[in-house]
């Protein structure tokens, strides 16, 4: 038996091993003979000694390169178009991107937003057009082509080659924690949705503007985040933790370099076609305005209740069921609750014993804003993947949690096929609780982050790194002057001290 100074890391204390240091893994490691022993732990040997072909990075890079090729075979069935039967609800295999290049009018040459309203942010439609033009130009060469087939291929491998960079930046991120990336590579969620929409682009580039800001570069961290704010709002969300962290580390010049160069490459990405286009590139924000309450959300829950245990009057209408039929009421209330939920997270930030990580923060804030939210896709569960293998890499909880996912992925497609076929494939409370075991194991993450925030003693990452490897200019930086006045001060007590006689 070797001498750890740090359980988990290995004799060299430059890798941690998940089958000693994760109390989850390590009791499942039981069934193979136990935690990694001594000899096996050479594939993370330290440059100078002895190494195998087959590293940890390797591994893992081959696992997630495996994943997607599982994901295109499990897709497969719903490539050619002809989604006859509702083939593509009962093979799991539907996907925006093939279903959208004719919906947008692709498949005719209409370039996106100047010929064609797009429902998604601009850098997406873009990313549509820039692939979807060439391949309709090629058909038109070559009418035997099939254009819907070419097009969802070169998709996938696009979005593939994001999500094994997403990966290769995780793994730079955590060069000490190599096995944290599986949880990403193995994660059931990139199996099963990573194609059905474009996330993994501002997936891809939100990971190397958080790479960007670990190397101390805010200027390009703030462009690259913003680009994929252009692509899906949810990364600009990040910003928001930078700033507050920033405030208590006293990096404020850093944080807002980055929040300006976010709202520059915002800017210069939406307007040449917001000038020129202005109502089909406003089609995203009317959408988004005028969307009633969604499959899956706590709102459609509450739907659900309100038919349980509300009226038997129809005329009745139960608060969530009044808040369905009042859209402006129900995105107030919704983006009110964000904002509480965002200044909880900022005091959190700033009140906590020890300055939270990057990783911690941003997750509590996108989760709060998919929990609060009036639609949560199925595939929005990526947005919190890289996040939650950065913020809580422990494998009990993050596997518990895509087992729900994996229930409300088969509830969803059951729910499709009962709409398309106007003949329930299960009753409905059945789909609600698929997605109350979601919204619960999301909320069960959030609060699991809260307490090791809180308890930084419980936190996997420091057990292995001194601060933030997240963090870039916050990384080791001391707590503002501000701030360690404020832990001085005197704590008044709970009662008047009776005076000295």
Excluded at 67 to 95: E, I, M
Excluded at 407 to 415: D, K, M, N, S, V
Excluded at 434 to 453: D, M, N, Q
């Amino acid at each position: 038996m070797s001498t750890q100074s740090t359980p988990g890391l290995d004799d060299a204390g430059t890798s941690d091993h998940p089958s000693r240091s994760d109390a989850f893994v390590r009791g499942i490691s039981g069934l193979i003979g136990g935690p990694l022993g001594d000899h096996a732990v050479a594939i993370d040997r330290p440059a100078g000694r002895e190494r195998r072909f087959w590293t940890a990075a390797r591994i893992v890079l081959a696992l997630t390169c495996l994943a997607l090729a599982l994901h295109w075979v499990q897709k497969s069935p719903c490539q050619d178009g002809a989604w006859q039967n509702n083939v593509q609800y009962t093979r799991f295999c539907y996907t925006d991107v093939l279903a959208l290049y004719y919906a947008e009018g692709l498949n005719e040459g209409k370039v996106p937003y100047r010929d064609h309203p797009v429902e998604y942010p601009v850098l997406t439609g873009y990313f549509m057009g820039a692939l979807g033009l060439p391949v309709h130009a090629l058909g038109v060469d070559d009418p035997g082509i099939n254009q819907g087939m070419w097009f969802y291929n070169l998709n996938a491998l696009v979005l593939g080659a994001l999500a094994v960079a997403t990966v290769a930046v995780i793994l730079t991120l955590r060069k000490r924690r190599p096995w944290d990336a599986a949880l990403f590579a193995l994660a059931p969620a990139l199996l099963l949705t990573a194609t059905v929409n474009w996330d993994l682009l501002a997936i891809g580039l939100a990971a190397f503007g958080l790479l960007a800001w670990a190397r101390r570069r805010p200027l390009l961290a703030g462009a690259l985040l913003g680009l994929a704010g252009a692509a899906k709002l949810w990364p600009l969300f990040v910003l928001g933790p930078i700033l507050v962290l920033a405030v208590r580390a006293n990096r404020l010049r850093a944080a807002l370099t980055a929040v300006v160069a976010a709202v520059v490459a915002v800017v210069a990405v939406n307007l040449p076609v917001a000038l020129p286009y202005r109502e089909n590139w406003d089609r995203f924000f009317e959408l988004n305005s005028t969307r009633p309450i969604d499959w899956g959300t706590l709102w459609y829950i509450g739907r659900y209740l309100d038919g349980k245990v509300g009226s038997a009057d129809p005329a009745d209408l139960g608060p969530f069921e009044w808040l369905n039929a009042n859209i402006p009421t129900l995105n107030l209330l919704s983006y009110a609750l964000f904002g509480l939920a965002c200044l909880g997270v900022a005091a959190l930030a700033l009140l906590a014993p020890r300055r939270p990580r990057l990783a911690q923060v941003a997750f509590l804030v996108v989760a709060a804003f998919l929990i609060f939210s009036k639609v949560w896709s199925q595939q929005f569960v990526l947005w919190l993947l890289p996040l939650a293998v950065l913020a809580r890499p422990k494998w009990g909880a993050f596997l518990a949690w895509q087992l729900a996912e994996v229930c409300y992925f088969a509830a969803f497609y059951g729910e499709l096929l009962g709409a398309a076929t106007s003949r329930p494939v299960f009753p409905e409370g059945v789909f609600v609780l698929a997605a109350t075991l979601r919204l619960t194991t999301v909320v069960v993450l959030c609060v699991l982050i809260v307490r090791e925030i809180l308890q930084p003693e419980q936190d996997a990452v420091r057990a292995t790194y001194a601060d933030d490897p997240d963090g870039g200019v916050l990384d080791g930086a001391p707590d503002a002057p501000w701030w360690n006045r404020w832990r001085r001060s005197p704590v008044l007590p709970a009662e008047p001290v009776p005076a000295a006689r």
